[in-house]
């Protein structure tokens, strides 16, 4: 067959001429290899300090977003839920009450939301499943924690903070899902 | 009773004692760091400035560790075998002529601990005792991988030194002596041993790397096969000094190789200087040989993988030794030419 990558060797079992059989060429060899790359470029990215480039479409931890006045977009729908393959979501619905209308956006809310997020994939069907672009994925980090309880986010690490939005520019170019 | 005489060898002892740990503690750190170029990483960086407290921290982690002594060892045994290891280690530089002599406080200070007519001799001997700690530790330990590094460790220990001993008497044939002073000396300037003898001293570098436990010949320590071999049982500091003793091991053998094979102290331009002067460029010119060696000794290691057992013993018995015999053979007939008994 020919060779597509042009790497292609005959193997041969020929018996070792002398100076083969005496192993010292080929260790001289291997020692300029290694000594060649003692010069070469690290590859390391060194992390706390420097980090890598994410590509736009990375998928790291969710955020629930808030619309412009500040009022939760989820209503509980639990679609997000039954799309999620690895049932990592979960989450209990209740009625928007009087005087609740600045806080959700729907009249059904999610009271607990959590997502266990040693069980999620970071598959994005979630995102995807979503009919009121209230759950997205973001380029940020899961951080690592010590116990397994810890990597259950509720709604305390999930929702948005009104004064610290979460830029999701990035992931809601197309605007397909309407106008927010 | 000379008591002058007795400080000065009391502190030349212990400024070497403390060089070759300090030697041996930074050659773990830059073992690593030249693991981790060949490897194209970056290597230890987080403790100080290019992680040169390196060595500290893991000092102080070896003693934070638990000191844990099986059940089923040979307490006794068990405590003595990291000793041992780090002790014969350790002696080997008594003999090793640092420098020429040196000029203070009116007297001529002599830059070697004791000046045996029989150094050579005394040198293979405590390289023979260092086998020791490997085994009184491996069996001590009462286990069985263990024990197999201990048994690999001694019949490697004895199937190399002895090619080693025959590459070294055609440097003892060449100089007519078995003082390591009078050997050094005789390499004046440029005129070193590997010149004439490069085949003693490939061999008597192979065996080094043996002696030392060093890749390719590591067998005694392979993780794979034997998880760590000998110091399995070993924790805390009682593992810090059999690692330790590795490297001071490979100190003293650079220093060993560039004594008998690289003029030791002798630079070339030597002549031009004198005095104190020239005692402190000697010993700055025997340093850079022996990181020189240290540093090839580490290249082998991370590019070499490590021979199988057999192929050690092959190695040992039916290459090295036979071209030890003969090397010896010639170069006893070319001295006994060059002396007229034909």
Known sequence: ?180 | MDYALIIEKFVLVVILFLISLGIAAYSTYFERKLAAWIQDRVGPDRAGPFGILQPIADGVKMFLKEDFIPQNSDKWLFIIGPGIAMFTALITSAIIPWGPDITMFGRTISLQVTDFNIGVLYMFGVVSIGVYGIMIGGWASNNKYSLFGAIRASSQMISYELAMGISLITIVLMSGSLSLTDIVNRQHGMDWNIWYQPVAFLVFFICSLAETNRAPFDLPECESELIGGYHTEYSSMKLGLFLFSEYVAMFISSALIAMLFFGGYNFPGMDAFSGNLLAVLCVGAFFAKIFFFIFVFMWIRWTIPRFRFDQLMHLGWKTLIPIAIINMLITGLVIAFNEGWF
Not at chain 1, 104 to 130: D, H, P, Q, S, V
């Open chain 1, 1 to 180: 067959m020919e060779s597509l990558s042009n790497r292609k060797k005959v193997v041969s079992d020929k018996p070792m001429t002398f100076v083969e059989s005496l192993y010292l060429p080929a260790i001289f060899n291997g020692m300029m290899v290694t000594l060649k790359h003692m010069f070469q470029r690290r590859k390391t990215i060194k992390y706390p300090e420097e980090q890598r480039v994410f590509a736009p479409v990375y998928r790291g931890m969710h955020v629930l977003k808030r619309d412009e006045q500040g009022r939760e977009n989820c209503t509980a729908c639990g679609l997000c839920a039954v799309a999620c393959p690895a049932e990592a979501i979960t989450m209990v619905a209740e009625e928007r009450k009087k005087g609740e209308e600045h806080l959700y956006r729907e009249e059904k809310y999610a009271e607990t939301y959590e997502i266990n997020m040693l069980r999620c994939i970071f598959c994005g069907l979630c995102e995807e499943a979503c009919p009121k672009e209230a759950i997205f994925l973001t380029d940020r980090i899961v951080p690592t924690e010590y116990e397994r309880g810890e990597f259950i986010y509720g709604k305390d690490m999930l929702v948005e903070k009104i004064d610290q939005r979460i830029d999701i520019t990035k992931r809601q170019s197309t605007g397909k899902r309407g106008t927010v």
